[in-house]
């Protein structure tokens, strides 16, 4: 039998004399139709350089897909019209896919986005766009308003990834610009979202995203992350909830919103938009330590019996919910409805304040579905009063005809 060896990463001529220099900064490689340069760890990277580097990359105006690294604690060259760093591509003005990192400890000037924002403007071919900024960038509240801005400039953007790390000193106000960065990509089909751990985006970052799924009505994937300790609120929950309404051309929608306090108000709202999604095939929800109490649950259920063309759902209700026996049993019934359903993995952990008999009902629902595949359950006892015997559970569950794969965890 023949050997087929994958092609290895190789790397450009990128340089029309030998620059030694350069070979010390700068890595560029060509992946697939993807041109990477990537900037050196421990770089200093000046803007003449810059822009001598940029005229000497074999990068020609037809160079379509593009990644930009800043690898970790590298440092720029910035002025009040310029930034080093995004030098490096703005004389380049038919990308169509760019990607943007700033790895750990990249402290840019916040003029520096006002530089982007120029960049930004001349992309009129760019459909998809990836923005990370990494751990300790210390982005904060102005560097958010031009990031924001210069986002704003990509109205024809169909694929968006906006993920800020830990550490980037957001706030209220920070978390405001960032929501409104894709107000103007009207034309957005996919969307991942993502603010880290401690961000404190608070009620405000909430309703500026909302504002802006409000505009993107062609949306069909959603993949929205706000980390614990962001202090989202109530308020702040209804305000996505409202938002996600909008959306009712959805396909696939992943939240995952654990430890942002958004209570039974921020549940039900979430759970008040998911009627609107008729199309929905994949729900992936996680609402773990938001004391959603009965209330929450029970307009949640509301919105997962809707969702007749679900083929997946994960449900994470985790910890600190207080869903008590009312709420569990109006949950565990919405999920008869779902005929199509195929994949299905709950998990529930401690002080929710359910009972045994609940769980006959989920066996119940669960027996029902003829089409499901793959089946997990995860279940805390710990102020649930449950049994440590759920055999009878298993026995209703693992009979589905379909099934091919069942795990159950009991601690």
């Known amino acids: 039998m023949g050997c087929i060896q994958k092609k290895k990463r190789h790397s450009l001529n990128i340089f029309e004399l030998a620059d030694k220099q350069a070979e ?8 697939k139709k993807t041109t990477q340069i990537k900037v050196l760890e421990g770089s200093y990277l000046k803007i003449t350089e810059a822009q001598k580097y940029r005229n000497n990359i074999n990068i020609h105006k037809n160079t379509f897909e593009i990644s930009l690294i800043a690898e970790g604690n590298t440092n720029y060259e910035e002025d ?42 001349k992309l009129d071919k760019l459909f998809m766009l990836s923005f990370i900024i990494g751990f300790n960038n210390k982005l904060g509240v102005e560097g958010s308003k031009n990031l924001s801005h210069s986002i704003l400039q990509c109205s024809n953007l ?3 990834v ?19 960065s894709f107000q103007n990509c009207k034309h957005l089909e996919k969307l991942e979202y993502t603010i880290n ?5 608070s009620i405000q970052g909430g309703q500026s995203l909302s504002k802006s799924l409000l505009k993107c009505h062609q949306l069909k994937q959603i993949k929205l992350i706000i ?18 309404k909008s ?48 209330a929450g649950s029970i307009k949640l259920s509301e919105g997962i019996k809707e969702l007749q063309q679900l083929l997946s759902l994960k449900l994470s209700i985790g910890h600190y919910n207080n869903i008590q026996e009312k709420g569990a049993l109006s949950i565990f019934k919405s999920f008869a409805n779902l005929h199509k359903l195929q994949i299905f993995v709950f998990r529930l952990g401690q002080l929710n304040y359910i009972q045994q008999k609940s769980l006959a009902l989920l066996g119940l629902s669960l027996k029902g579905l003829k089409n499901l595949q793959y089946c997990i359950v995860s ?23 379909k099934l091919i794969n069942f795990c159950m965890y009991l601690s």
């Not at 010390?24 to 992946?31: A, C, E, V």
């Not at 980390?227 to 409202?242: H, M």
């Open 24 to 31: 010390q900064i700068l890595k560029i490689t060509k992946i």
């Open 80 to 121: 009040k019209h310029q930034c080093s760093l995004f030098t490096l591509i703005s004389d380049i003005d038919t990308i169509q896919k760019l990607q943007i990192e700033t790895q750990t400890n990249i402290q840019l000037n916040p003029q520096s986005y006002l530089f982007l924002e120029k960049v930004f403007h």
């Open 158 to 160: 169909r694929y968006l």
């Open 162 to 180: 906006l993920k800020i790390m830990d550490n980037n000193l957001l706030g209220s106000e920070g978390g405001k610009h960032i929501g409104e």
């Open 197 to 201: 751990y401690g961000n404190k985006i």
């Open 227 to 244: 980390e614990s300790d962001n202090e989202l609120e109530p308020q702040g929950g209804i305000a996505i909830g409202q938002g996600l």
């Open 247 to 294: 959306c009712s051309n959805l396909i696939d929608l992943y939240i995952d919103i654990g430890k942002n306090n958004i209570g039974q108000e921020g549940v039900s709202q979430i759970g008040m938009s998911l009627q609107s999604m008729q199309n929905l095939q994949s729900l992936d929800l996680n609402i773990q330590n938001n004391n959603m109490q009965e």
């Open 379 to 401: 279940l805390i006892k710990h102020e649930n009063n449950l049994f440590n015997d759920q055999s009878h559970l298993q026995n209703k569950i693992k009979h589905s005809p």
